[in-house]
């Protein structure tokens, strides 16, 4: 998915899944949770707060995979961390559904230096699965882009933006490599300044087996990358309207794949203060 990473989906699916699962923003939070450990408890009474559920066809996590763990901070607030599994991963992608077969939605694509994350004002009296895998791939050698200071003129705006959307460029695939191989990075990213708010990235796709593509933005003053935009894989196209923070800022495209699932976790949420005694 901004579902906090800016991702190729429609508004109106963004809205709706924002709409589903947060309540009316709160104004505290004081009552106990029904039928939920505050610690979070995994989809199972038996089963330790975030180990693997034992309800239906037990499974283990992968011992490559991450451990996860959730706790109810408040009654509609939860807060999730998580240790590592296999080295080498470039960041993780947290997953939330109300049923734990899914479907799964994605929360964000994190960056690997990140281990917790709070997922806030959600349904009262209702269930959360989460999930979470680490993804990893060869990512590009980065561009710097300063854009000019102020907004779009109205001559920007009028022009249109037909180059916005992703695409697949002919004549920019060399696919053939797997993601797993060291030299299988994309390569000859360009960064063509639209306006002052518009980027459009080119680069040459070398994978045939990746996921997807992100795309990465270190902003001036920042110590690492993160994930900005996630794409679909065969994409070597995209164009970015930029927040203030990343008019000044280094990019870079990553293909990428996702490893074996974490451990899935449970927790059901309280009563909202905002609801009717």
Same mark, same amino acid.
């Given at each position: 998915?901004?579902?906090?990473?800016? &991702?190729?989906?429609? &508004?109106?699916?963004?809205?709706?899944?924002?709409?589903?699962?947060?309540?009316?923003?709160?104004?505290?939070?004081?009552?106990?949770?029904?039928?939920?450990?505050?610690?979070?408890?995994?989809?199972?009474?038996?089963?330790?707060?975030?180990?693997?559920?034992?309800?239906?066809?037990?499974?283990?996590?992968?011992?490559?995979?991450?451990?996860?763990?959730?706790?109810?901070?408040?009654?509609?607030?939860?807060?999730?961390?998580?240790?590592?599994?296999?080295?080498?991963?470039?960041?993780?992608?947290?997953?939330?559904?109300?049923?734990?077969?899914?479907? /799964?939605?994605?929360?964000? /694509?994190?960056?690997?230096?990140?281990?917790?994350?709070?997922?806030?004002?959600?349904?009262?009296?209702?269930?959360?699965? /989460?999930?979470?895998?680490?993804?990893?791939?060869?990512?590009?050698?980065?561009?710097?882009?300063?854009?000019?200071?102020?907004?779009?003129?109205?001559?920007?705006?009028?022009?249109?933006?037909?180059?916005?959307?992703?695409?697949?460029?002919?004549?920019?695939? &060399?696919?053939?490599?797997?993601?797993?191989?060291?030299?299988?990075?994309?390569?000859?990213?360009?960064?063509?300044?639209?306006?002052?708010?518009?980027?459009?990235?080119?680069?040459?796709?070398?994978?045939?087996?990746?996921?997807?593509?992100?795309?990465?933005?270190?902003?001036?003053?920042?110590? &690492?990358?993160?994930?900005?935009?996630?794409?679909?894989?065969?994409?070597?196209?995209?164009?970015?309207?930029?927040?203030?923070?990343?008019?000044?800022?280094?990019?870079?495209?990553?293909?990428?794949?996702?490893?074996?699932?974490?451990?899935?976790?449970?927790?059901?949420?309280?009563?909202?203060?905002?609801?009717?005694?």
């Amino acid at each position: 998915m901004r579902p906090t990473i800016r &991702a190729a989906v429609p &508004a109106a699916l963004v809205l709706a899944l924002a709409a589903a699962c947060s309540a009316p923003s709160p104004a505290g939070h004081s009552a106990r949770v029904p039928g939920a450990h505050p610690d979070g408890a995994s989809a199972d009474p038996g089963t330790p707060a975030g180990a693997v559920p034992r309800s239906g066809s037990p499974r283990s996590a992968s011992p490559d995979a991450p451990t996860l763990r959730a706790r109810l901070v408040t009654p509609t607030d939860i807060d999730l961390s998580w240790r590592a599994g296999a080295s080498g991963a470039a960041g993780h992608v947290l997953e939330f559904a109300t049923e734990e077969a899914g479907p /799964y939605t994605v929360l964000e /694509y994190l960056p690997p230096g990140t281990t917790t994350y709070r997922h806030p004002d959600l349904i009262p009296r209702t269930t959360f699965f /989460y999930r979470l895998r680490a993804f990893q791939g060869p990512a590009s050698t980065p561009v710097d882009v300063s854009l000019p200071p102020g907004g779009p003129t109205k001559a920007d705006e009028e022009t249109g933006h037909d180059w916005l959307p992703p695409r697949t460029v002919p004549g920019r695939s &060399a696919a053939g490599r797997s993601v797993r191989e060291r030299r299988a990075a994309p390569s000859g990213l360009e960064a063509e300044i639209k306006h002052a708010n518009g980027i459009l990235f080119t680069w040459t796709d070398r994978t045939s087996d990746e996921a997807g593509f992100l795309l990465e933005a270190r902003p001036r003053g920042a110590s &690492a990358f993160a994930p900005i935009v996630v794409l679909d894989p065969g994409v070597n196209s995209t164009g970015l309207i930029t927040l203030p923070t990343e008019k000044h800022a280094s990019y870079r495209i990553r293909a990428f794949v996702t490893g074996a699932d974490s451990n899935v976790v449970r927790l059901t949420t309280g009563e909202s203060t905002d609801d009717p005694e």
